[in-house]
Structures are given as C-alpha cells and as structure tokens.
C-alpha cells in the first residue's frame, strides 16, 4: 500500500510502507562494539534516549542494542549475583572493570528472555517493508528495529555522518512509534479504540492478573530494579504497603470497562 492510498481501518495502516514512520525521526546515535559502559552512559544523557544500537566495526553490522536498564542492572547488582561475599576489595576490582568493560557485553543482560533477538545481530528493513512485518519481531519480545531511511524519509537539518567508514542511514523504530502513527488517524482507529479491556477479551482470565509485577513503596529502589529483573518485566506498579495480594488483583477490575482510548491517551 503506497503512502498516498486513502486509509480506512487498522488494517490499511499496517499495510503502509515502513518508510512512512521515519518522517520525524532525527539521524542515528550509536555506539562502538568497543565504546566502555561510562562513554555509553554519556551518550546516552547527552542525546536523552534510553537505548543505543551498538556497531561492530570488525563484523560491520549492528550487533544489538544496549538499553539503560541493561546498564542499571550490571552497575546496580549484576556482579553481586556471583559473588558470595563481598569485600572492599572485589567492591573495586568491580568498579575498575566498569570503567573499562565494553557495553556490548552487557547487550540483553535485562532481557534474557529475549537473548534471541538481541545477540544474533539486528535485522535492518527497507522502508518498502510493511508496518505489518516490522512488528512481527516486535511483538516477539524486540522493543526497536533499524530501517533504512532513503533521502525521502530524513526530516531537513544535518546530513547523516560517516561512522568509521560505513554510511549510517538508518533510523529505529519502536514500538511507541507504530502505536502513535496508529493514533495519530482516528476515523481508522476509531472502532477499535472505542471498545474496552473485556470486549478484547483482555480480562478473560481473572487469574492472569496473578502476573502483575508489583513492588511495595517501602521497598528500596534497588529492590524494585531487581524484581523487574527476575521476573523480567519491563514495568511495575508501585502499591501502598497496605494494599494485600488479595486487593491488588481486585483493582484491575475497574478498568477493565474503559476504552482502549482512556489508556492510550495517558500514556501520550
């Protein structure tokens, strides 16, 4: 479907090229296979993103991508989990192996369950390729894709770099970014935003809600960093130490009556 054919529904969305998402998105940051875990956290405040694709100049490709929560969870508590017992002294030779350690080793830490997609390189798709077939690995558990963008498809202001002889014109997408473009068309989306939780059948198993990932806010930071880490959310709710494992499934159920539209347009 070309970018100029009339949309009707969600459907006609998805068959859009992919190059029609990369209007508004600024040229590529990255990193170097080699680039430290301290230069990585620099690039990522300096451009204010949460994830960097990391490219490897033997290999020439994009061998994954390092997202900030990979980072917090080796800084935070990643060495401890092997060490039994520690001393001032492993303490530093941790903090002088950060300093040094290359981030690419770090790639999916956060993530093993999706270890697949991150550490077998990344795909790069044409623009040509559909919305529809760039979400399939998004859906498998791969939060960004790289696609090429063609001179159409850059937004006017500095011209793509050369990154240490190769030519990077690519941009990435997420998941947000497909979920804005669909919102962005209302009368497609309309029908679908319109029905609730229960009428998608998102609420049809009461005792799915056992998988909340939730923290109570007595707990510390560093507590809840690592419960998203061993139960491998993405996410947590935060509840008041008052409320009871009984209760915090009851919550859900309230708004299991509202619109799709109530929830996306908060997180917008």
Avoid: C
């Avoid at 680039?35 to 990585?40: A, H, P, S």
């Avoid at 990154?163 to 029908?191: C, K, N, W």
């Avoid at 510390?220 to 947590?236: C, I, K, W």
């Amino acid at each position: 479907m070309s970018e100029h054919e009339e949309i009707k529904s969600v459907a006609d969305l998805l068959k859009r090229p992919a190059g029609t998402l990369l209007h508004a998105k600024q040229h590529l940051v990255e990193i170097t296979a080699t680039t430290t875990v301290v230069d990585t956290l620099k690039v990522l405040a300096r451009h204010n993103i949460l994830a960097v694709p990391v490219y490897d100049e033997e290999k020439k490709e994009y061998v994954g991508i390092v997202h900030t929560f990979d980072l917090l969870v080796y800084i935070s508590f990643g060495f401890f989990q092997v060490e039994e017992k520690v001393t001032p002294e492993s303490l530093q030779v941790h903090i002088d192996k950060l300093r040094n350690l290359p981030a690419q080793e770090l790639i999916g830490i956060a993530h093993l369950s999706k270890a697949g997609w991150w550490h077998n390189g990344l795909n790069v798709y044409e623009p040509t390729r559909s919305i529809a077939e760039i979400l399939s690995p998004l859906e498998g558990g791969l939060e960004r894709v790289l696609v090429r963008a063609t001179p159409t498809h850059r937004p006017e202001g500095p011209s793509d770099e050369m990154h240490e002889g190769h030519y990077s014109a690519l941009r990435i997408l997420s998941q947000s970014d497909v979920l804005r473009f669909i919102l962005t068309h209302p009368r497609a989306t309309q029908e679908l935003t319109n029905k609730t939780l229960g009428q998608l059948g998102l609420t049809s198993n009461f005792n799915e809600f056992q998988k909340i990932v939730s923290v109570r806010e007595s707990e510390s930071a560093l507590e809840g960093f690592r419960h998203m880490y061993t139960q491998g959310a993405d996410a947590q709710a935060i509840m008041l130490a008052t409320i009871s494992h009984v209760h915090r499934l009851w919550i859900v159920e309230p708004g299991q009556h509202k619109p799709i539209a109530f929830f996306v347009s908060r997180i917008f």
